[in-house]
Each structure stands twice: as C-alpha cells, then as structure tokens.
Nanobody, 124 residues
Framework: QVQLVESGGGLVQAGVSLRLSCVLS????????MGWFRQAPGKEREFVAA????????YYADSVKGRFTISRDNTKNTVVLQMNSLQPEDTAVYYC?????????????????WGQGTQVSVSS
C-alpha cells in the first residue's frame, strides 16, 4: 500500500520560514514525480511546486517562485518543500502528491497518490 505522510506544518508569523517534509512508502521513490499542492479555506486546490523523477526539473507556481524550493532525497524517500518569506496568503492545507504517468506535472489530475495534508497558518 502506497502512503505519503507529510510533516512540518504549523502556525508562524509573516516573514519566517517553514520546511515541509513528505515521506513515501510502498513504492520505489525514483519511479514517481512529486508535487506539492495547497488548499485554502473556501478556495480550490492549487498547484505549488513539482519535481521530476530524477530531480533535475522543477516547476513552481508564480505565487511562490523565488520563495519556495522543492527538493528530494532519494535515499530517504523524502520530498521537501522549503518555504521562505511566508505571507498570510500562503495559509492553507498543504498536500504532498506522487505520480508516475509522466516525468513531471502541474496538474493534480496526473497525481496518483496523495498525503493527508498538513496545515500551514501564517499570521500578519
């Protein structure tokens, strides 16, 4: 059974950093591309960042480009989202996801496996 478990969320003030981690089990890590999505209250889920199977290609949403960094550690089956200069508009539940059909994707429909989500709240 494939599982994704996120950690690292919390309540922080604007301007600080948070590091989200997601561990994949039940699937060979190098056979999937990884992504982070978020959903704020009353809003649709949106793409945040994605990383290719080999780790050489990254995609970012315009709203987080330059502030967030996605990376993967294939030895630990872990993908990390480093979030710097957090703003109140970054407040959301953040979901880790994995897909295998393509090399990388911004579309949630291309992701096969999803974590349970971790709350990130940023106060002004």
């Amino acid at each position: 059974q494939v599982q994704l478990v996120e950690s690292g969320g919390g309540l922080v003030q604007a301007g600080v950093s948070l590091r989200l981690s997601c561990v994949l089990s039940g699937r060979t890590f190098t056979t999937v591309f990884m992504g982070w999505f978020r959903q704020a209250p009353g809003k649709e889920r949106e793409f945040v960042a994605a990383l290719s199977k080999g780790g050489g290609v990254t995609y970012y949403a315009d709203s987080v480009k330059g502030r967030f960094t996605i990376s993967r550690d294939n030895t630990k089956n872990t993908v990390v989202l480093q979030m710097n200069s957090l703003q109140p508009e970054d407040t959301a539940v953040y979901y880790c996801a994995a897909g295998d059909r393509y090399g990388i994707s911004r579309s949630g429909s291309e992701y096969k496996y999803w974590g349970q989500g971790t709350q990130v709240s940023v106060s002004s």
